[in-house]
Nanobody, 130 residues
Framework: EVQLVESGGGSVTTGGSLSVSCTASKLISDDFDMAWFRQIPEDECELVSSISSYGTTYYVDSVKGRFTITQDRAKNSVYLQMNNLYSEDTAVYYC????????????????????????WGRGTQVTVSS
């Protein structure tokens, strides 16, 4: 089973920038998208962004124009650059290797880490304060 390890995140004030990185323990199949989800306490797990092996990207509407996902498949890594952060972006951010079409249509789920959808990291906290 592939292991995913996130790094980065931390705390920043509103309008600031942070980046998170994720490295997998082995090569991720081209069948899988690399993705970032986030979980806010007492809220659902939300797909924030994903990128296919071909470079096709997805962003949830609330982060379009502010977040950028990139990958280096040769390094088994995916990155999320987050600019102009809002307090609403405060969450635990999870890296995942998923099959996008297997997600619920809403691209949300009760909890991040559901193995039926793929492999997950343990998450990293991003806190945006005013």
């Amino acid at each position: 089973e592939v292991q995913l390890v996130e790094s980065g995140g931390g705390s920043v004030t509103t309008g600031g920038s942070l980046s998170v990185s994720c490295t997998a323990s082995k090569l991720i199949s081209d069948d899988f998208d690399m993705a970032w989800f986030r979980q806010i306490p007492e809220d659902e797990c939300e797909l924030v962004s994903s990128i296919s092996s071909y470079g096709t990207t997805y962003y949830v509407d609330s982060v379009k124009g502010r977040f950028t996902i990139t990958q280096d498949r040769a390094k088994n890594s995916v990155y999320l650059q987050m600019n102009n952060l809002y307090s609403e972006d405060t969450a635990v951010y999870y890296c995942a290797a998923i099959v996008l079409r297997n997600l619920p249509v809403s691209r949300r789920m009760p909890l991040c880490g559901e193995k039926e959808f793929g492999s997950w990291g343990r998450g990293t906290q991003v806190t945006v304060s005013s």
